[in-house]
Nanobody
Framework: QVQLVESGGGLVQPGGSLRLSCAAS????????MGWYRQAPNKERELVAA???????NYADSVKGRFTISRDNAQNTVYLQMDSLKPEDTAVYYC?????????WGKGTLVTVSS
C-alpha cells in the first residue's frame, strides 16, 4: 500500500504561482510513475503532468510551458510548480502514484485562481 498526502493549494491571483507537494509513504519502493491530476467542477478528472522514476515527464497541452513537475526520489516526494496561473486552472489537484497494476490517490488539494 502507498499513502499520498498533498499540500500547497490555496487562492492565487491570475498570473501568480503556487507549488504543490505530494509526499508518499508505505511501499514507496514499488512506485514507478507519479503525477498530478485535476478535476474542475462538473468536469472529468484529467492528467496534468506525470514523471517516471527515471525522470521522464509528460504534460497536458494546456499546462505546457507554465507547469513543471519534479521528483525527489530520496524524499519520496513529487512537486508541481505552477506559474502563470489562469482562472481555468481552478480545480482540485490530486496526487497519483502507480505501482505495477495498482493506482493510488491522495485526497486532493484545492487550487483557486481568482482576482
Amino acid at each position: 500500500q502507498v499513502q499520498l498526502v498533498e499540500s500547497g493549494g490555496g487562492l492565487v491571483q491570475p498570473g501568480g504561482s503556487l507549488r504543490l507537494s505530494c509526499a508518499a509513504s508505505g511501499s514507496v519502493f514499488s512506485i514507478n510513475t507519479m503525477g498530478w491530476y485535476r478535476q474542475a467542477p462538473n468536469k472529468e478528472r484529467e492528467l496534468v503532468a506525470a514523471i517516471t522514476s527515471g525522470g521522464s515527464t509528460n504534460y497536458a497541452d494546456s499546462v505546457k510551458g507554465r507547469f513543471t513537475i519534479s521528483r525527489d526520489n530520496a524524499q519520496n516526494t513529487v512537486y508541481l510548480q505552477m506559474d502563470s496561473l489562469k482562472p481555468e486552472d481552478t480545480a482540485v489537484y490530486y496526487c497519483n502514484a502507480r505501482s505495477g497494476l495498482s493506482n493510488y490517490w491522495g485526497k486532493g488539494t484545492l487550487v483557486t485562481v481568482s482576482s
